[in-house]
Nanobody
Framework: QGQLVESGGGSVQAGGSLRLSCAAS????????MGWFRQAPGKEREGVAT????????YYAESVKGRFTISQDNAKNTLYLQMNSLKPEDTAMYYC??????????????????????WGQGTQVTVSS
């Protein structure tokens, strides 16, 4: 129950692209809000993007706006993060997360790691200059 499995990470040069996938063991809409977070060595985990699974509204950290796109495919129970124009500072472990907290603000949850109860194991993204 509540299993999330990320894939798609790897090494890429600056300016390149990657697409991360997060396969859910349940319907993606069983989560009220889903998101992508990242954690670089020695830093706290931070929100990258979140999405209301019911309505599709999306929210992004300022550092990735215009470069990253979060999306979902309900038929495949999969969450995606398309990352373009990658920068070395995007290097981190990327995690998929799900929240069943109905009524929480998916925008505010972008900044509140503890709003998310379900987490994947992470996939590493390394961007070289």
């Amino acid at each position: 129950q509540g299993q999330l499995v990320e894939s798609g990470g790897g090494s890429v040069q600056a300016g390149g692209s990657l697409r991360l996938s997060c396969a859910a063991s349940e319907y993606t809409y069983s989560y009220y809000c889903m998101g992508w977070f990242r954690q670089a060595p020695g830093k706290e985990r931070e929100g990258v993007a979140t999405i209301y699974t019911g309505g599709g509204s999306t929210y992004y950290a300022e550092s990735v706006k215009g470069r990253f796109t979060i999306s979902q495919d309900n038929a495949k129970n999969t969450l995606y993060l398309q990352m373009n124009s990658l920068k070395p500072e995007d290097t981190a472990m990327y995690y998929c997360a799900g929240s069943r907290g109905i009524g929480l603000s998916c925008y505010r949850s972008l900044f509140r790691v503890n709003d998310f109860r379900y987490w994947g194991q992470g996939t590493q993204v390394t961007v070289s200059s």
